[in-house]
Nanobody
Framework: QVQLVESGGGLVQAGGSLRLSCAASGRPFSMYTMGWFRQAPGREREFVAGIRSIVIRYADSVKGRFTISGDNAKNTVYLQMTSLRPEDTAVYYC?????????????????WGQGTQVTVSS
């Protein structure tokens, strides 16, 4: 079992930056594939970024603007978001999977955080 707690969301103007954090408790962080997803009102939850060891994947919509990273000592994964746009507004969720690989589908992740709201104003 693993528990995930996100933090760092908030309100920011377009063009601004935010850093989200996801603290994992339970098994060592390095045993998991960690992912970030987001869900805007009326839309399905979508993949944003994922990391396992040195393998990283990004959704096309965030490439070059968002950076995912992990700190094994702190059992924490981060999502640094820059050049934010109003369309990035959503609840952002941290997710973990024991399967090997960096996945983009929600069903491939068995553990989820409670989510943190990110709002980008124009």
């Amino acid at each position: 079992q693993v528990q995930l707690v996100e933090s760092g969301g908030g309100l920011v103007q377009a063009g601004g930056s935010l850093r989200l954090s996801c603290a994992a408790s339970g098994r060592p962080f390095s045993m998991y594939t960690m992912g970030w997803f987001r869900q805007a009102p009326g839309r399905e939850r979508e993949f944003v970024a994922g990391i396992r060891s040195i393998v990283i994947r990004y959704a096309d919509s965030v490439k070059g603007r968002f950076t995912i990273s992990g700190d094994n000592a702190k059992n924490t994964v981060y999502l640094q978001m820059t050049s934010l746009r109003p369309e990035d507004t959503a609840v952002y969720y941290c997710a973990a999977s024991l399967q090997v690989g960096v996945f983009t589908r929600t069903y491939e992740y068995g553990y989820w955080g409670q989510g943190t709201q990110v709002t980008v104003s124009s």
